[in-house]
C-alpha cells in the first residue's frame, strides 16, 4: 500500500490498527504531511483527529518536518472545540519539540475534558520551563482525575529542569496523594531537586515488597543520601540503575570520585595551561562534568572508568581530543 492508501485504511480501523497504518504511513514523511494537512481541515471529528496524529508521527520520525507540522497543528488548534481532536492534538504537538506550541498546550491545560489535560500534561515537557508552563503543571498536580496528576507530577518533577517554593510545594502536596503512581512521582520529584525531604520517603519506595520502578534508582542516584544505602543493597547490582544509585549515595566511593576528579583537573590544567576547565555539577542529575571550552564536556566517572581509574592517563584522553591553540 502507498501512504495515501495506508491512511485511508486507518480512518476505519480499530485503535491498534490505527496506529500501526499511521505509524507506516508517517515513515514516508513528504507524503504523510499534505494527507495529515488535508484531513485537519475535514468536518469530520475523526478524520480531523487522524490528521493531528499523522501530523505528530510524522513530525516524530523526521525533525526536519518538524516546523511545518507544527504550523499545521497550531492552525488547526484555532478553530477546533472537539475534544477527541485537541487530545490527539496535544499529543501531535508535544511530538514537535516546538517553543511555539506552549501558549497553546498552557491553555488547554485548562479544558473541561480530562483525555484532553492528561495529553496536555505530557506535552507540556517539551515546552521550554517558562513560568505559565510550570504554572500550568503546577495546577494539573492537583486534577481531580489521578492519571492526570500523575502525568503531571512525572513532567514538572521529573521532566523540567525547574525548581522553587511553589514547585517544591506542587510535589509536597501530592505526598499522601490517594494514587500510588502520583505519590512516587511526587517522591522523585522532590529527590531530583535533592530535597532532603524526600530521602525517608524514597527509602520507603526502595523498600516495597514488589520492587522499585528504574526511575526510583535514578532518584536515589540523583539525590546520593547515604541513608538509602541499606535499601539500596537488597537489588541485585545488575538491575538497571542499581549501581548507580550505590555508588552515588556510597560516601566511600564519592569520596574516591572527588580525589580523582582534582587530580584530573590538576593535572590537566598542568599540561593545558591555555584552557580555560573547570569541574560542575548539574543540579537535577548526579555526576560530575569536565567542562572545557567550545562547550565540550566529559562525564568525570566514565572518563576515569576508560582510563582504567588513573587520572593522569583521563587527562591525556582528554588532551589528545583538544584542538591545539
Not at 113 to 128: F, I, Y
Not at 275 to 303: H, K, M, N
Not at 306 to 323: F, H, I, N
Amino acid at each position: 500500500m502507498n501512504t495515501a492508501q495506508l491512511v485511508q485504511r486507518a480512518l476505519t480501523s480499530p485503535p491498534g490498527d490505527r496506529d500501526a497504518l499511521l505509524q507506516e504511513a508517517a515513515d514516508d514523511g513528504e507524503a504523510a504531511l499534505p494527507l495529515a494537512i488535508a484531513l485537519t481541515a475535514s468536518a469530520d471529528t475523526g478524520e480531523r483527529a487522524t490528521g493531528c496524529d499523522l501530523l505528530g508521527r510524522t513530525a516524530d520520525l523526521h525533525p526536519g518536518l518538524r516546523t511545518a507540522a507544527s504550523a499545521a497543528l497550531l492552525a488547526a488548534a484555532a478553530g477546533e472545540s472537539d475534544p477527541e481532536v485537541l487530545a490527539d492534538l496535544a499529543r501531535a504537538l508535544g511530538r514537535t519539540e516546538d517553543a511555539r506550541a506552549t501558549s497553546v498546550l498552557c491553555a488547554l491545560a485548562a479544558h473541561p475534558d480530562a483525555g484532553v489535560r492528561q495529553e496536555t500534561a505530557v506535552a507540556l515537557g517539551t515546552c521550554p520551563p517558562v513560568e505559565p508552563v510550570v504554572a500550568a503543571l503546577t495546577a494539573l498536580t492537583g486534577d481531580e482525575v489521578p492519571d492526570v496528576r500523575n502525568w503531571a507530577a512525572f513532567t514538572l518533577g521529573f521532566q523540567l529542569p525547574v525548581d522553587g517554593p511553589a514547585v517544591r510545594a506542587a510535589l509536597r502536596g501530592r505526598l499522601t496523594d490517594p494514587h500510588r503512581e502520583t505519590r512516587e512521582e511526587a517522591v522523585r520529584g522532590l529527590a531530583r531537586r535533592r530535597d532532603p525531604d524526600a530521602v525517608p520517603l524514597l527509602a520507603e519506595l526502595l523498600r516495597d515488597e514488589d520492587g522499585a520502578h528504574v526511575l526510583t534508582f535514578t532518584a536515589a542516584r540523583i539525590l546520593g543520601a547515604p541513608e538509602l544505602l541499606p535499601a539500596l543493597r537488597q537489588y541485585d547490582p545488575a538491575d538497571p540503575g542499581v549501581t548507580e544509585a550505590l555508588r552515588a549515595c556510597d560516601p566511600s566511593v564519592q569520596e574516591q570520585l572527588l580525589a580523582a576528579a582534582w587530580q584530573l583537573l590538576t593535572t590537566l590544567d598542568r599540561i593545558r595551561p591555555d584552557l580555560d576547565i573547570g569541574l560542575t555539577v548539574d543540579r537535577f542529575d548526579q555526576g560530575l562534568t569536565l567542562s572545557l571550552p567550545d562547550d565540550l564536556a566529559w562525564d568525570v566517572e566514565a572518563l576515569l572508568a576508560r582510563a582504567e581509574q588513573d587520572p593522569d592517563r583521563a587527562a591525556g584522553l582528554v588532551d589528545v581530543g583538544l584542538p591545539r591553540s
